[in-house]
C-alpha cells in the first residue's frame, strides 16, 4: 500500500486510532487517512477495492473498540470541511457523515425543528449514527431519516431512499458503502417545547449513564423481553472489575475504561458477562459496540 504515500499528509502508516475513540485506548491503523474531498475518498476506495484492502471508517468513535494489536487495513476518517456541512431548508436537514450528531440534534431543537431532539446525549457522527441506527428510550435516527447519499466501494455515488437503506434495531443495510450525507425530515414545533424535551431527554441520560467517563455506550443490544442492562444486574456482574476495566455500577450495560486500561480488559469483560448472563438467564446477548480486530 505504499502508494498511500502520494496521499501524505493525509494518510499516515501505523497511526494510533484507539484514542480517537471514546475509550481512549486501542491500537494502531495499517493506514489512516483523512480525504479533503470526494474525490479523493474515490480515487483511494476504487484502489482499495481492486487490491482487496480492507476499508474502515472511523466516525466520532463512540460505538468502538479497537484491540490492542490494533486493524490491518485502511481506515478513514471524514472530518474534513466537505464531509461536515449542513444545510437546513424549511423542515429539510441534510448533514454531512462527519458531522456532529449530539451538536446537531440540539442546534435543530434549538430552532423548533422536532424529531432529533430523542437523540440527546447519543454521541458520534451523522454517518456512524445512520449506518448503525443510532438512537434510544426516545426514538433512533431511522425515524426521521428521509434518504442517504453513498459511495460504493466502486467510488460511485447513489442516493438510497430510507426504504432501500434496510433500519432495523441498530443495524442497517448499508455494508460495505460509505455513507456520505443523510437527509432528515423534521417538523416545526414551538422552540421552547422542543428544547425542552431535548433538555429532559439529556438530563436523564446524564443522571442514568456513565457520560463522563471513557466507554463506548451501550454494549449490549436489548434482547426482546428485557433491557440488557437489567439482565446484566440481575445476573450480579455489575461493578465486575477487570484490571482497569469495569462495568458500570452506574448502569450495566457500559463498560468503563480507567486510564492505563487496555481493550483486552475490556473485552475479557464482555466475554465474562455474555456468558454470565447466558447462564443465568439462558439469553445470549449480542455486542452493540463495534469491535475492530
Not at 473485552?267 to 445470549?284: C, M, N, P, T, W
Request: a neutral charge.
Amino acid at each position: 500500500m505504499d502508494w498511500l504515500n502520494a496521499y501524505a499528509p493525509d494518510a499516515r502508516r501505523d497511526e494510533p486510532i484507539g484514542r480517537l475513540t471514546w475509550y481512549k485506548l486501542g491500537g494502531s491503523a495499517q493506514w489512516f487517512y483523512q480525504p479533503r474531498s470526494h474525490e479523493q475518498l474515490a480515487q483511494v476506495i476504487r484502489r482499495a477495492h481492486r487490491e482487496h484492502i480492507p476499508v474502515r471508517v472511523l466516525g466520532g468513535g463512540a460505538n468502538v473498540l479497537v484491540a490492542d494489536t490494533g486493524v490491518n487495513g485502511i481506515v478513514l476518517r471524514l472530518d474534513q470541511p466537505a464531509f461536515r456541512d449542513v444545510f437546513i431548508d424549511g423542515e429539510v436537514v441534510r448533514a454531512g457523515a462527519g458531522a456532529d450528531l449530539m451538536a446537531l440534534s440540539r442546534r435543530v431543537s434549538a430552532m423548533g425543528l422536532a424529531g432529533m431532539e430523542g437523540l440527546a446525549g447519543i454521541p458520534g457522527s451523522v454517518g456512524g449514527a445512520t449506518r448503525m441506527n443510532a438512537g434510544g428510550k426516545y426514538g433512533s435516527i431511522a425515524d426521521v431519516v428521509e434518504s442517504i447519499e453513498v459511495m460504493t466501494p466502486l467510488g460511485d455515488v447513489e442516493s438510497w431512499t430510507a426504504s432501500q437503506v434496510g433500519f432495523r434495531y441498530r443495524g442497517s443495510a448499508v455494508g460495505a458503502n460509505i455513507v456520505l450525507s443523510t437527509s432528515m425530515r423534521l417538523h416545526r414545533e414551538d422552540s421552547k417545547a422542543v428544547i425542552a424535551r431535548y433538555r429532559q431527554y439529556m438530563e436523564e441520560k446524564l443522571e442514568s449513564q456513565p457520560m463522563a467517563e471513557h466507554s463506548a455506550g451501550c454494549v449490549f443490544k436489548n434482547p426482546p423481553n428485557a433491557p440488557a442492562g437489567r439482565l446484566i444486574d440481575e445476573a450480579g456482574f455489575k461493578g465486575l472489575v477487570c484490571g482497569r476495566a469495569m462495568v458500570s455500577v452506574r448502569h450495566a450495560n457500559f463498560i468503563v475504561a480507567e486510564r492505563g486500561a487496555s481493550a483486552g480488559e475490556v473485552l475479557k469483560l464482555i466475554d465474562e458477562v455474555r456468558e454470565g448472563v447466558r447462564a443465568f438467564h439462558g439469553v445470549e446477548l449480542e455486542t452493540e459496540i463495534d469491535v475492530w480486530r
